[in-house]
C-alpha cells in the first residue's frame, strides 16, 4: 500500500509540474504577446503622437487706456461683464475738449480769411506797384527839371561874378544870382533824393508783393498750408472730443477694471482689460526632447479641467516660441557656474483652437489643459487657414 501511495504522490507532482510549466509557457506567451502588441501599438501609432499637461489657455487681451486726459464721468461696465465691440466703457468730462474744438473751429475759419486777404493784397500790390513805378518816373522827371535849373543858376551865378569888377552888374543883382543857384542846388539835392526814395519804394513794395504771393502760391483757399493747418488741428479736436467717449475694441469679457466716477486720468492710463474668449488659444509648454517632430499645421485634440473628457476641442500648431521660459525670465539661469545641473527645459508651443467650438464651449484665461499633438499628419493650407479664421474644417 505505502508503494502504491509514494507512486500516486509521485504522480501528482509530475503532473502539478507539467501544469505549472504549461502554465509559464502560457504567462510567458502572454507577456511576449502583450510586449510585441504595445511595441507595434508604440511604433505604428502612439509614437506618432506626443501630450502634455503642462498647457494653459492665454489670449491677446486688450488693454483700454485713455487716449485723452480729463475727469472720469461715468463708468458703464463692471468686471466680469461681457460687452460688444464698440460699446460704451467709459466717459470723460468732454468741457476741455469741446471748448478746445470751439478754438480750432473759429482759428480754422480765421485762416481762412487770412488766405482770402492775402488773395485780395496781390491785386493791390499790383496796383501798388505801378503807381510806385509812376511815382519813380515823376521823381526822374522833376530831378532833370532841378538839374536845368541848377544849371542856369549856376551860370547866371558865374557870369554875374565875372561882371560884377567891372561895375556892370550891382551888388545886389549877385546876391540875387547867389540865391538862386544855392536854392537850385538844394532843388536838385532834393530831386536826387525824392528819385531815390521812389526807388526804394517801388523795390520795397515789390518785395512785398513777392513775399504775398509766396504765401498764395500754387494754392487755393482750401489747400494753402496755413489753412491746411488750421483744419488740422480743428480735425485734431474733434477726434480729441471723440476720444472723450471709451469704446470696446473688441468683444469679450471686463477684467481688472481699476477706473472709478471723478477720478482725474492721464494719457496712458490704465482703466481696464477686455479677454476677448472668442480668440482664445493655448500655449503647450512641452519638454524639448518632445518636439523633433513637432511641425507649425500639425492638428491638436485639447480636453480641458472646465469640461473634462467629453468635450475634445480641435486645433492646429500655428508656432513654436522663439526661447524658453527660463530664457526669458525676469532672473534667467546662469548655466555658466562651477554648480551646474542640467534641467530639461520646456518650450512653448502654440496652438490655434477653432474659433467655432470656442463658441458652444468658452473658456477662460488661465484654464489647464490637456494637449495631444499628432507629429505624423499636417493639415493642408486651406485648412490651416480656416482655423485661424474660425472656420470650422469639417465643414464644407
Known amino acids: 500500500m505505502s508503494t502504491e501511495t509514494l507512486n500516486e504522490e509521485q504522480f501528482d507532482q509530475v503532473k502539478t509540474t507539467k501544469s505549472r510549466k504549461k502554465g509559464f509557457i502560457i504567462l510567458a506567451l502572454v507577456i511576449v504577446l502583450l510586449a510585441v502588441g504595445y511595441s507595434a501599438y508604440w511604433y505604428f501609432y502612439a509614437s506618432r503622437y506626443v501630450s502634455t499637461d503642462n498647457a494653459y489657455t492665454a489670449t491677446e487681451v486688450a488693454e483700454i487706456t485713455p487716449a485723452v486726459g480729463g475727469i472720469i464721468s461715468s463708468v458703464k461696465v463692471i468686471d466680469t461683464q461681457y460687452v460688444k465691440k464698440g460699446d460704451i466703457l467709459v466717459t470723460i468730462d468732454d468741457t476741455d475738449a469741446q471748448l478746445a474744438l470751439d478754438q480750432a473751429k473759429a482759428n480754422y ?38 538839374q536845368a535849373n541848377f544849371r542856369r543858376a549856376q551860370i547866371d551865378y558865374k557870369r554875374r ?24 542846388k538844394a532843388q536838385l539835392n532834393a530831386a536826387k533824393a525824392a ?24 494754392s ?5 498750408p496755413q489753412v491746411l493747418l488750421a483744419k488740422a488741428r480743428y480735425e485734431q479736436a474733434k477726434v480729441n472730443l471723440q476720444r472723450t467717449v471709451i469704446r470696446a475694441p473688441v468683444s469679450g469679457i471686463v477684467a481688472k477694471r481699476q477706473v472709478q466716477v471723478g477720478r482725474r486720468v492721464q494719457i496712458g492710463a490704465p482703466l481696464m482689460t477686455i479677454v476677448p474668449l472668442g480668440n482664445m488659444h493655448v500655449d503647450a509648454n512641452f519638454k524639448e526632447g518632445e518636439l523633433t517632430d513637432v511641425k507649425v499645421g500639425q492638428p491638436v485634440e485639447i480636453t480641458s479641467d472646465l469640461y473634462g473628457s467629453d468635450v475634445v476641442y480641435h486645433g492646429v500648431v500655428s508656432g513654436l516660441a522663439g526661447g524658453t521660459g527660463s530664457a526669458f525670465s525676469v532672473i534667467p539661469a546662469q548655466n555658466a557656474t562651477g554648480n551646474w545641473i542640467k ?39 486651406d485648412t490651416f487657414a480656416r482655423y485661424q479664421a474660425g472656420e470650422n474644417p469639417d465643414q464644407g
Do not use: C, W
Open 109 to 146: 475759419a480765421m485762416a481762412k480769411r487770412h488766405v482770402q486777404s492775402y488773395e485780395a493784397n496781390d491785386e493791390g500790390f499790383d496796383a501798388l506797384v505801378k503807381a510806385r513805378f509812376e511815382d519813380e518816373t515823376r521823381a526822374k522827371e522833376q530831378l532833370k527839371s532841378a
Open 195 to 218: 528819385v531815390n526814395q521812389s526807388v526804394a519804394n517801388r523795390l520795397s513794395t515789390i518785395g512785398n508783393k513777392k513775399a504775398n504771393a509766396a504765401l498764395i502760391k500754387n
Open 161 to 184: 561874378q565875372d561882371l560884377v569888377e567891372s561895375g556892370s552888374v550891382s551888388g545886389e543883382e549877385l546876391t540875387n544870382a547867389k540865391a538862386a543857384f544855392i536854392q537850385a
Open 220 to 224: 487755393t483757399v482750401e489747400t494753402n
Open 343 to 381: 534641467v530639461v527645459q520646456r518650450l512653448p508651443v502654440r496652438i490655434s483652437i477653432d474659433k467655432k467650438q470656442l463658441m458652444k464651449h468658452p473658456l477662460q484665461v488661465g484654464l489647464s489643459m490637456d494637449v495631444t499633438i499628432d507629429t505624423q499628419t499636417k493639415v493642408d493650407r
